[in-house]
T-cell receptor, first 109, second 113 residues
Framework: AQRVTQPEKLLSVFKGAPVELKCNYSYSGSPELFWYVQYSRQRLQLLLRHISRESIKGFTADLNKGETSFHLKKPFAQEEDSAMYYCALIGGSQGNLIFGKGTKLSVKP | NAGVTQTPKFQVLKTGQSMTLQCAQD?????MSWYRQDPGMGLRLIHY???????DQGEVPNGYNVSRSTTEDFPLRLLSAAPSQTSVYFC????????????FGPGTRLTVL
């Protein structure tokens, strides 16, 4: 079955520390993967997608097909990075977005 | 350009009541979808539409109906509300496919007593 696993419900780091939000997926074939972010009292928005290989707000994510992972990384966390992060892939019989359960990132001063 | 709008923002229902959650977008997007967000469950797809007149079920469609009479609007109907439908509901749209960037509405927080 196609699914996305985010093993950490909550990740707490101090400002300036490196951050890695884990995402593992189950998918046969070449997956299309995304990271979406939801800041407090704001709507969910796209952070980045693996096919564009871009860096947004200092975050990067590399697709590792061998480990079936798409971890989100940032070398130096900022307090404004505190948010809920969702990893997602295109899957299902109709090619819809399948979300992980999300990881809440808390960056402490 | 308002993007994706949802009404109401908050709603409290009694078990058995029916209601419609409204969703509209002004970006001429073909693909629209409804998700529910529950603590520890992430976002789960309820229904989606690939264009006017075309709808299909997602992962958790039971208890919900949708229709898509226009490109702009995609209402979600709760036929007979149950406490298990207490959740935050998000509507999303994208240009054509689910692979395109999804634009989300602000959400509707629904409580069923």
């Amino acid at each position: 079955a196609q699914r996305v696993t985010q093993p950490e419900k909550l990740l707490s780091v101090f400002k300036g520390a490196p951050v890695e939000l884990k995402c593992n997926y189950s998918y046969s074939g070449s997956p299309e993967l995304f990271w979406y972010v939801q800041y407090s009292r704001q709507r969910l928005q796209l952070l980045l997608r693996h096919i564009s290989r871009e860096s947004i707000k200092g975050f990067t994510a590399d697709l590792n097909k061998g480990e079936t992972s798409f971890h989100l990384k940032k070398p130096f966390a900022q307090e404004e990075d505190s948010a809920m992060y969702y990893c997602a892939l295109i899957g299902g019989s109709q090619g819809n977005l399948i979300f992980g359960k999300g990881t809440k990132l808390s960056v402490k001063p | 350009n308002a993007g994706v709008t949802q009404t109401p923002k908050f709603q409290v229902l009694k078990t058995g009541q029916s209601m419609t959650l409204q969703c509209a977008q002004d970006m001429n997007h073909e693909y629209m979808s409804w998700y529910r967000q529950d603590p520890g469950m992430g976002l789960r797809l309820i229904h989606y539409s690939v264009g006017a007149g075309i709808t299909d079920q997602g992962e958790v469609p039971n208890g919900y109906n949708v229709s898509r009479s226009t490109t702009e609007d995609f209402p979600l109907r709760l036929l007979s509300a149950a406490p298990s439908q207490t959740s935050v509901y998000f509507c999303a749209s994208s240009q054509r496919l689910s692979t395109d960037t999804q634009y989300f509405g602000p959400g509707t927080r629904l409580t069923v007593l």
